[in-house]
T-cell receptor, first 115, second 113 residues
Framework: EAGVTQFPSHSVIEKGQTVTLRCDPI?????LYWYRRVMGKEIKFLLH??????QDESGMPNNRFLAERTGGTYSTLKVQPAELEDSGVYFC?????WGVGTEAFFGQGTRLTVV | GQNIDQPTEMTATEGAIVQINCTYQ??????LFWYQQHAGEAPTFLSY????GLEEKGRFSSFLSRSKGYSYLLLKELQMKDSASYLC??????????????FGGGTRVLVKP
């Protein structure tokens, strides 16, 4: 069974440009999460989808970040325009159900570098 | 906030035992996970605790005390391949239909020969 896949694995863009990250969760997983780890900091929650609905987007830094999950399958995270402080590793995770003990499976992350 | 604290780095010798502590805020607690992350790779699930006590899984064990907001991950018979970051993550019930995993900063374990 395929795991959580993220694309691209690395992205280097200039300040002011736009970047779109993609996450394909494990098939059948309704829950999809985006996390971010900036240099030297802990992994921080960005938002949570249940199917195509945004369940919790309290971790989104500002309105330059837009996440979508049309059709409840894959998700995209767009940063527009990118700033230097957006550099970091963006992780996507998915889980099968929301109940107690639900394990989240992580993708390998997208390393974003804004120069 | 929901601060989760764990040591930044630990060093141990091959074959030894290392214990990684994690403390967290208890309000809304809905389970605690430990993940292992090798450099450049995805975090991978190690263990889950929701009730007090010790969960043993091979060389790895995880302990939870809900009243104290405390957990530890015990790594026994350390191997060189155990060198990695270990992430403590707490699931908090945010809404009726969702849990949110909140991570500590990770503990980097270095195993020396």
């Amino acid at each position: 069974e395929a795991g959580v896949t993220q694309f691209p694995s690395h992205s280097v863009i200039e300040k002011g440009q736009t970047v779109t990250l993609r996450c394909d969760p494990i098939s059948g997983h309704d829950n999809l999460y985006w996390y971010r780890r900036v240099m030297g900091k802990e992994i921080k929650f960005l938002l949570h989808f249940v199917k195509e609905s945004k369940q919790d987007e309290s971790g989104m830094p500002n309105n330059r970040f837009l996440a979508e999950r049309t059709g409840g399958t894959y998700s995209t995270l767009k940063v527009q325009p990118a700033e230097l402080e957006d550099s970091g590793v963006y992780f996507c995770a998915s889980s099968q159900a929301w109940g107690v003990g639900t394990e989240a499976f992580f993708g390998q992350g997208t390393r974003l570098t804004v120069v | 906030g929901q601060n989760i604290d764990q040591p930044t780095e630990m060093t141990a010798t091959e074959g030894a035992i290392v214990q990684i502590n994690c403390t967290y805020q208890t309000s809304g607690f809905n389970g605690l996970f430990w993940y292992q992350q090798h450099a450049g790779e995805a975090p991978t699930f190690l263990s889950y605790n929701v009730l007090d006590g010790l969960e043993e899984k091979g060389r790895f064990s995880s302990f939870l005390s809900r009243s104290k907001g405390y957990s530890y991950l015990l790594l026994k018979e350390l191997q060189m391949k155990d060198s990695a970051s270990y992430l403590c993550a707490v699931s908090y019930m945010i809404k009726a239909a969702g849990n949110k995993l909140t991570f500590g900063g990770g503990t980097r374990v270095l195993v020396k020969p």
